[in-house]
């Protein structure tokens, strides 16, 4: 269904979130289809429809879009595409979240990839001025923390360059349970000292250990984090310092970190207090919408249309925008009238 709520969306990928048309249309131009293959089975095998074995195993799907965000324009249009698909669903603001030392294969520096990201997002707010998008910028977990130290740090500093020139904040995404979350402390150690907004993957597949993770690098919003509720202490510290978390239901069912939209436990969290946001991670992967999860939301897993305009407050109270923006963008969906 189509809901008129002022939508917020906080976790989204933009490597996940590029639009089929569009990944085919390149992939054709770029001589990288492989012969025989047609549109529609190229789309099907580019998305995780069904479950599968884990976040891990889900994340070898970003292979095939990154494969062709090594280009500056056409990392400007994919952006800009977003933009525009996230005010055409009445996204009212949206958090776009990559990693930029993920499209450096073809000599881009991560510096010219924020760059083109800056520029997308730019020219599509030009055509939908009515929207408000930030930029997260991700570091990556990838194997030991020492592989990509550098790479990460990097992003880190870069962060601080653009931070209010185009970029919000700071995450860490990527594979999980490679080694302890705890050992990327030096991302968030250095992100303190800079005094960055950030949030961080985590309590996804792996379990409350990487909740309390993220929580002892000070991080005020968790990715995922569902994994606190089979922790009661851990759900007390977050109710005590104000946590938000960015629940993606349709992801952690895909990935398998949550057997079913009505065993999900955001509803329960919900009603002990904690602040819970409902997100869509990857909108192509995934092949879903908000309107989509609001649907799953209110049909499977309990949540009323009450529960959502209080989820949509806890998400536009920690929107990583400047204090005024964000007072605004309180009062804008504190206003709606169902
Ligand atoms: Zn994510």
């Not at 962060?159 to 990327?184: Q, T």
């Not at 919003?221 to 946590?243: F, Q, S, T, W």
Request: net charge negative; proline share 4%; charged share 30%.
């Amino acid at each position: 269904m189509k809901y008129t709520y002022p939508k917020i969306e906080l976790h989204l990928h933009l490597d996940g979130s590029i639009r089929p048309e569009t990944v085919w249309e390149l992939y054709q131009k770029e001589g990288l289809v492989a012969d025989g293959v047609d549109y529609e089975t190229f789309t099907r095998d580019a998305a995780v429809l069904e479950p599968c074995l884990d976040v891990n195993d889900c994340l070898t799907k970003f292979d095939l879009p990154l494969k062709i965000m090594q280009d500056r324009e056409y990392i400007v249009r994919i952006t800009k595409e977003l933009v525009c698909d996230l005010a055409e669903q009445g996204v009212v603001h949206g958090e776009i979240r990559f990693a930029p030392q993920l499209h450096t294969q073809k000599g881009l520096s991560q510096k010219e990839v924020i760059e083109a990201v800056i520029e997308g997002k730019e020219e599509g707010l030009k055509l939908h001025p009515e929207i408000s998008i930030g930029l997260i910028l991700c570091c990556m977990s990838i194997g030991l923390e020492t592989v990509n130290k550098e790479e990460n740090l990097e992003t880190v500093r870069l962060c601080k360059e653009y931070l209010g020139k185009g970029v919000n904040a700071l995450d860490l995404a990527g594979a999980e349970g490679i080694v302890p979350l705890r050992n990327f402390h030096y991302i968030f150690d250095l992100a303190r000292e800079l005094e960055l907004p950030f949030t961080c993957h985590g309590g996804d597949s792996q379990d409350h250990e990487t909740v309390k993770d993220a929580m002892d690098f000070g991080s005020l919003r968790i990715g995922h984090g569902h994994a606190v509720y089979e922790a009661p202490e851990l759900c007390e510290r977050a109710i005590k310092n104000d946590i938000t978390f960015e629940i993606c239901p349709t992801s952690n069912i895909r990935c398998q970190s949550r057997e079913s939209y009505a065993a999900h436990p955001v509803k329960k969290l919900l009603d002990m207090g904690i602040r819970v946001t409902i997100n869509t991670d990857n909108m192509t992967i995934f092949d879903v919408t908000l309107d989509d999860e609001y649907d799953r939301c209110l049909e499977d897993m309990g949540f009323t249309e009450d529960d959502i305009l209080k989820m949509l407050v806890y998400s536009a109270e920690a929107a990583f925008l400047p204090a005024e923006e964000k007072a605004k963008l309180v009062e804008k969906v504190k206003a709606y009238k169902k």
